[in-house]
């Protein structure tokens, strides 16, 4: 609650709230943590927020909002769909949008990939502060994971 304006959340939201994660090359969930009580760490009185959610119901937010999920423990389904929406008049991005576009060559993020046995990184000098590649035109990006990032923030 409050993470838009607290102070204490400036800097995450400088860092890991702008991080382009295929630019940047990140290994692994793209996660900035897997436990909810990591945002006490912010400060205020920040806590997450929850509703009870019925079959049908739906939960519309924008892309720079923080959010997680618990684990389902339940033997009921739950789905997550994430769908996102642009201007028509706005450039779409190439890696997503065009004919020589190959799905199979996507990073993979989320449930899809994995912090717990991910692959080294290649070090911090594989991007900069905001997750932006800093290499030579055709020569092979270094990965980075999660755990370099947020040591190369400050956190």
């Known amino acids: 609650e409050s993470s838009n304006r607290l102070q204490g959340f400036q800097k995450l939201r400088d860092t890991y709230g702008k991080l382009d994660m295929e630019a940047a090359r ?3 969930t793209g996660w900035f943590t897997e436990d909810p009580k ?30 997680m999920s618990t684990c389902n423990v339940t033997s009921k389904l739950r789905l997550s769909i994430d769908v996102r929406f642009q201007p028509a008049s706005d450039v779409l991005d190439p890696r997503y949008f ?4 190959d799905p199979s060559k996507r990073a993979k993020s989320g449930l899809h990939a994995s912090d717990k046995d991910e692959e080294k990184g290649s070090g911090p000098a594989s991007s900069g502060k905001d997750g932006k590649e800093k290499r030579e035109e055709g020569a092979t990006a270094p990965t980075v ?5 947020k040591k190369r923030w400050g956190f």
Do not use: Y
């Open 26 to 28: 990140l290994k692994g």
């Open 145 to 149: 994971t999660m755990a370099e990032m």
């Open 38 to 67: 990591d945002v006490s760490r912010f400060g205020g009185n920040t806590q997450w927020r929850t509703a009870d959610f019925k079959a049908g119901d739906v939960l519309v937010f924008g892309l720079h909002t923080l959010h």
């Open 98 to 101: 065009g004919e020589d576009v």
